[in-house]
């Protein structure tokens, strides 16, 4: 029997999970793995918060991409050009061809600040600013250390964008910092959002507007950025509301990757990958599957979603091979610690069809549910180690799976 083939296009955190847990299921006798990425520096996204407060360094946050993949995955350190759906092969830059049993797009979110006008113009890495990339991450500490007062506008430019609420978790540590630093009396911090609340969720806005308020955070909603003036310091909303700043960080477009614009059918108008949200194959084709930022899912674009994804997203390759049905597992679980400074931090969990309750995660007796506390802060500071340690590698984290876990919430029926 010819070993399978399977090409992950992307080697970040869904690309790495697959990948080892499929070769933990198969044998290098039975499938040759293939992972391809542009280059071989693989970043822990959540650790981006943390750069430009001096919390963390990008060396830190990085590791080697090949380092992380289980002996005998074979990784491609190049651009992926082009995927040929109809012969089942990927095209990488340079000429070379994969041919592939099974194909999984795990390609992430591509951030696009050019798309929005003068973002990327004069005072772009001076007084404007984004968190989500390293370089703009690491220009920002240095625009904080020397910031002595003025007005300091977050904005997020539009949904869909990685971890919603990071931006949220960014003014909440620049309230902090600039508290810790003396300069926050002599500051005007602003969170401006499109959405109609700070929260991408109803019962968060419900629980947590709170927390703006005591912080003195300004709020404004409904804000659609569309235009930025980095020069003068002023951001126009497309309905002509204009915010002034001193320093603005935003969080600017994200699209699917540039590839899969190139072949037709193979992604929606944003460049996100159409995909049966429980079984997570694609709706593109039987053999192609996709899981993370890459998808068109209606869940958050976030690591923790992303792992559950991996764990049935895993299940199905090997379903999909053996000509079993599928597993229709995924419910859409989604987890997140959200840091409000101070050393504490929120923890939120929720699925497709259930909002983010109180209580305990993931039993009656675990960390709190929508409640400040110094235990969710190191729980998000451990998170990095599991992240290296467990979830690249594809170990099981017993209690934490896919399916929502329901024992402990508030607000639910228990389970008999
Ligand atoms: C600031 C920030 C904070 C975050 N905080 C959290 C958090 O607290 N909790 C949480 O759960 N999630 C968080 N996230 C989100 C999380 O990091 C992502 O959702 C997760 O990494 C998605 O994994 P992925 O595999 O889909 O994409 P990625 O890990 O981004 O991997 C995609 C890979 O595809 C590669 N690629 C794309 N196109 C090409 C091409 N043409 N050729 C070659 N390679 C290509 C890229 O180089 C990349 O390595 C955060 C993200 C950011 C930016």
Known sequence: MSKKQIVILGGGTGGTMTANRLRRRYGADEAEIHVVDRDDRHLYQPGLLFVPFGLATVDEIVRPRRRQLHDGIVFHETEIAQVELDHDKVVLMGGDVLPYDVLIVASGARLQPEDTEGLTGPGWNERVFTFYS????????EALDRFEGGRLV????D???KCPVAPLEFAFLADWHLRERGVRGRTELVYSTPLDSAFTKATCAEHLS???????IELVTEFSAGEVDGAGGTLTSFDGRTLDFDLLVTVPLH???GFLERTPGFADALGFVPTDKATLQTTVKPNVFALGDATDLPTSKAGSVTHFEAEILSENVARYFAGRELEHG?????NCFIETGFHRALLIDFNYDVEPLPGHFPSPLGLPLLKESRLNHLGKLA??????????PGREIPGIGPAMPTRGKKGLPVPV
């Open 383 to 392: 998170f990095q180690w599991v992240y290296w340690h467990a979830l690249l």
């Open 210 to 216: 709170f927390l703006l308020e005591d912080k003195e």
């Open 255 to 257: 699209g699917g990757a």
């Open 159 to 161: 949904m869909p964008i």
């Open 134 to 141: 390293p370089e703009s991450a690491d220009a920002l500490r």
């Open 330 to 334: 995924y419910d859409g679980h989604a």
């Open 154 to 157: 977050v904005n997020l430019v």
